[in-house]
């Protein structure tokens, strides 16, 4: 099923980016993950490799860290996109009328990039993002070619 809609999303990324360009954007560094990240002696977190930066939605960060950083995390990952979201709410950013539907367009988009490498992976892994995907596909309406065969 993920192959259909990473092809489907190949051939017309705008199924996402039109509706993302709607939603809220920020500036992203491009390439969260943690070999780019480091820790000031205060506690403040430190980005490093700025080769990737630029306009985009906040949940692009968010999914990238969660693509490239599977066997590091310290939680799960809904723990990481409820925390993300939680700290977004505690410095005044109100998340309620955009959140969901950024999050499931960045998740789509993130697995069409990296599709790949979760296929070729461990299996939870793999299970983890067609699961989260495909639900993200139809809160989204979007269509899954194949999913019917």
């Given at each position: 099923?993920?192959?259909?809609?990473?092809?489907h999303?190949?051939?017309?990324?705008?199924v996402?980016?039109t509706?993302?360009?709607?939603?809220?954007?920020?500036?992203?560094h491009?390439?969260?993950?943690?070999?780019?990240l480091?820790?000031?002696?205060?506690?403040?977190?430190?980005?490093?490799?700025?080769?990737?930066?630029?306009?985009?939605p906040a949940?692009?960060?968010?999914c990238w860290?969660?693509?490239?950083n599977r066997?590091?995390?310290p939680?799960?990952?809904?723990?990481v996109?409820?925390?993300?979201?939680?700290e977004?709410?505690?410095?005044?950013?109100?998340?309620?009328g955009?959140w969901?539907?950024?999050?499931?367009?960045?998740?789509?988009?993130i697995?069409?990039t990296?599709?790949?490498e979760?296929?070729?992976?461990?299996?939870?892994?793999?299970?983890?993002?067609?699961t989260?995907?495909?639900?993200?596909?139809?809160?989204?309406?979007?269509?899954?070619?194949?999913?019917?065969?």
């Amino acid at each position: 099923m993920l192959s259909g809609l990473a092809r489907h999303v190949h051939h017309d990324p705008e199924v996402l980016t039109t509706r993302l360009q709607r939603l809220p954007g920020t500036f992203v560094h491009g390439d969260w993950k943690m070999g780019n990240l480091g820790r000031h002696p205060d506690g403040r977190t430190i980005l490093l490799d700025w080769t990737l930066p630029g306009a985009g939605p906040a949940c692009w960060d968010l999914c990238w860290y969660l693509a490239l950083n599977r066997a590091r995390l310290p939680e799960p990952k809904e723990a990481v996109i409820a925390r993300y979201r939680s700290e977004l709410e505690n410095h005044g950013i109100a998340t309620g009328g955009w959140w969901q539907e950024q999050l499931d367009l960045c998740l789509i988009g993130i697995m069409a990039t990296f599709g790949w490498e979760k296929a070729l992976g461990e299996a939870a892994e793999l299970s983890w993002w067609e699961t989260t995907v495909t639900g993200a596909a139809a809160r989204q309406h979007i269509p899954i070619p194949g999913a019917g065969l």
